[in-house]
């Protein structure tokens, strides 16, 4: 399929913005005291440098009470000139447009933070902060649209080209929106034209504040799905009437954060919201956006086709790639870094108090410290280990110049990542493989698969340097019957090398391997996704009955470990789905249970100092790895310098793993 759509110029109100390509609104938390500084210039210029039409700087605070610190304040007045400096130049030299997003957290914001009590349409306790924020009188609701109004105003002086009013995720205007935190009795509650109202005169105000010329749009949950909340319908609805109001493009994205619907993570069908978009583009004549999941061009280019919306919302796919836009324009798609949705440094970051970087790229947030220039001299280097630390490692230093041969010992590349995807909802983790290949290929990697190296091999090959990356290995379990034949190793069920698994199975260890194999043998056996589409097209079974085939796996599934929390190493926008994965698929946690013994049929296990035993046609050991280092004990005293990364320095997460190979090979 040629990429025409996704390339075609769009117009919205008096902007001409030259593709179809959004980046919209994110959270980076790269301030602590509401600035806009070089790290955000920095970071911005990079993705407006990289063909993207429409850019949001911000989200931009309104005020002190709906925000936080950690982002930049337009109530500033040095904000307002920096930013404005910073929009001119990059007028100047790109050709991007720019626009902002108007921000106010309503009863999101914490208190400790901001240091006021938080504000909102009730007195409805937020599951989030786990504050009761103050009903919001008159005069407050005044205030705040004066506070939209006067940031609307400050942004049209910056030379933004675009303002954006945020309506969505939970936040002040959607919790207006909804019957489930307004419960006031005012011309502000009650029906949904009086709870619409708030937005409505917020979109008046913010109209009127920067005149005909400026383009104003609003970024809509297309369904919150919140019990008792709104729906796609409500959504359309209030669209319609925000385009009466002065809106010239709705930004449709999905539920709030409270939801207990994944919204964002790999489990996530790439694609799964458009239908919001669509139902919203039904109800209005204005440009409409279509949000999340939508980072593959191709799949961004049939939603454009399909007439499903009019342009695409690229956010953890540009911080992933700045150059996203112009590598798809280009047909350089094997240099693509992709965004596998794992939010580990992103949501996860944020919601653990730092900030946003990216497992596939770790300059983010960090483009104006670490750059990839030529080294001082070039070195032949031969790495041992296909892994994902081992191939960025590659990557990064044959583009700096160096000679690089990877050696795997195996016949593919990818190492543990081949595992990883294996889980249902985490085969966007074999791009880590696809788009770390393409790129060593690109950067002129010498790869030479099935070819372990020893020490024979770098006498032979005579590097200047060796780097280690040999991952790690299963570690061992030392409990009695662990060596009986029905007892198989976590890997083993990943790579497809366990042939039998019986009725009743057991795994040992709670942490994500152990929690996400279970999910495995969970799912082996139900019906695909293209099964289920024809089945409910015909009425060939029933709903109830499709739902049972997709949870019940037929195997009784119990996970002991002796932590008194399961995948507590999971990040947490992706750890409550997955226990709501196993909860839903029957299968049993049991914390704080230390396995004693394994014996034919059982397994024997201890709780409080109570023994139990447990039904086991098989037996899954999660127990841990440690690292697989003996290249480097029959290196040593080689006389070759080495570098040891990864895993194979310590077993940790994928990030680790490229973050150290990307910072080991800018230091060579």
């Known amino acids: 399929m040629e990429l025409v759509k996704l390339f075609e110029p769009i117009t919205i109100r008096n902007m001409v913005v030259k593709n179809r390509i959004v980046m919209p609104a994110m959270g980076l938390a790269y301030t602590g005291d509401y600035t806009f500084n070089e790290r955000f210039e920095a970071f911005y210029r990079e993705r407006a440098e990289g063909g993207v039409g429409l850019m949001t700087i911000g989200p931009l605070a309104i005020d002190r009470v709906g925000s936080a610190p950690f982002m930049p304040g337009l109530f500033l007045d040095e904000n307002v000139e920096r930013i404005g400096s910073f929009v001119d130049a990059l007028h100047r030299e790109t050709d991007v447009k720019l626009a902002t997003q108007l921000f106010h ?13 938080p504000i909102a349409p009730s007195p409805v306790r937020s599951k989030l902060t786990g504050e009761t924020p103050r009903e919001m009188t008159l005069e407050d609701i005044r205030e705040v649209q004066d506070a939209f109004a006067e940031g609307a105003r400050r942004a049209r002086e910056a030379g933004f080209d675009f303002i954006e009013i945020l309506a969505c995720t939970g936040y002040l205007i959607s919790q ?32 009127r504040a920067v005149g005909p010329e400026t383009a104003v749009g609003i970024r809509i949950a297309g369904h919150d799905f919140m019990e008792g909340g709104n729906t796609n319908v409500e959504a359309a609805r209030f669209a319609a009437e925000a385009e009466k109001a002065g809106v010239d493009a709705v930004n449709v994205t999905g539920g709030w954060h409270e939801t207990q619907v994944p919204q964002l993570t790999t489990n996530v069908p790439p694609g799964n919201f458009v239908y919001l978009a669509r139902g919203v583009k039904r109800a209005v004549s204005v440009p409409v956006f279509a949000s999340n999941r939508l980072g593959d061009p191709f799949l961004a280019e049939r939603a454009l086709r399909a007439g499903n919306c009019d342009m695409i919302c690229w956010a953890r796919p540009l911080i992933a790639d700045p150059m996203l836009p112009e590598k798809a324009r280009t047909g350089r798609f094997e240099e693509i870094v992709p965004c596998i949705a794992c939010n580990q440094e992103c949501f996860d970051a944020i919601f653990s108090g730092g900030s946003v970087s990216c497992v596939m790229n770790p300059r983010a947030g960090r483009e104006a410290a670490l750059r990839v220039e030529p080294a001082p001299r070039p070195k032949k280097i031969l790495v041992a280990g296909g892994g994902p630390g081992g191939m960025e490692f590659a990557v ?93 190793q976590a890997w083993d069920v990943l790579a497809d090398r366990v042939v039998h698994i019986g009725d009743h199975v057991v795994v040992v260890g709670g942490s994500a391997t152990g929690c996400e194999t279970a999910h495995t043998i969970a799912a ?27 949870h019940e796996s037929g195997r009784d599934i119990t996970v002991i470990d002796m932590v008194p929390r399961f995948a507590d190493n999971v990040g947490k926008t992706f750890r409550w ?50 690292p697989e280092d003996r290249l480097v004990q029959e290196l040593e005293g080689s006389g070759v310098p080495l570098i040891l990364l990864g895993d194979a320095k310590a077993p940790r997460k994928l990030t680790d793993a490229v973050r150290e190979g990307f910072e080991e090979a800018l230091k060579i």
Request: with cysteine; hydrophobic share 40%; glycine share 10%.
């Open 396 to 488: 990064t230093a044959a583009r700096r110049g160096h000679r690089v041969i990877l050696c795997e010992k195996e016949k593919a590349l990818g190492g543990q990542v081949n595992l990883a995807r294996v889980p249902p909802g985490k085969a966007d983790f074999g791009n880590v493989v696809r788009s770390l290949a393409g790129r060593m290929k690109a950067s002129g990697v010498e790869v030479r698969l099935g070819t372990p190296v020893t020490l024979e091999t770098v006498r032979s090959e005579s590097p200047d340097l060796v780097v280690v990356a040999t991952g790690a290995v299963p570690a061992a379990l030392p409990v009695p019957g662990v060596d009986l034949p029905h007892v198989v």
């Open 577 to 626: 789905s997955l226990l709501k994965s196993l909860k839903l698929a029957g299968v049993k946690l049991k914390p704080r249970h230390r396995l004693v013994e394994i014996r034919p049929g059982e397994v024997l296990a201890e709780k409080d100092g109570e023994r139990i035993t447990l039904k086991a046609d098989t037996v899954v050991l999660a127990t841990g790895s440690l």
């Open 176 to 207: 207006f929106l909804s019957p489930v935190t307004n419960r006031r009795e005012d011309e502000y509650g009650g029906s949904l034209e009086n709870r619409m109202r708030f937005g409505l005169e917020v979109i008046q105000r913010v109209r």
């Open 524 to 550: 082996m056996g139900a019906p695909d996704p293209s099964t289920l589409a024809f089945l409910m097209a015909h009425g060939a079974e029933t709903p109830q009955f499709m739902t049972q085939m997709i």
């Open 105 to 117: 957290m309503g009863r999101y914001a914490f208190s400790a933070v901001t240091g006021m009590t």
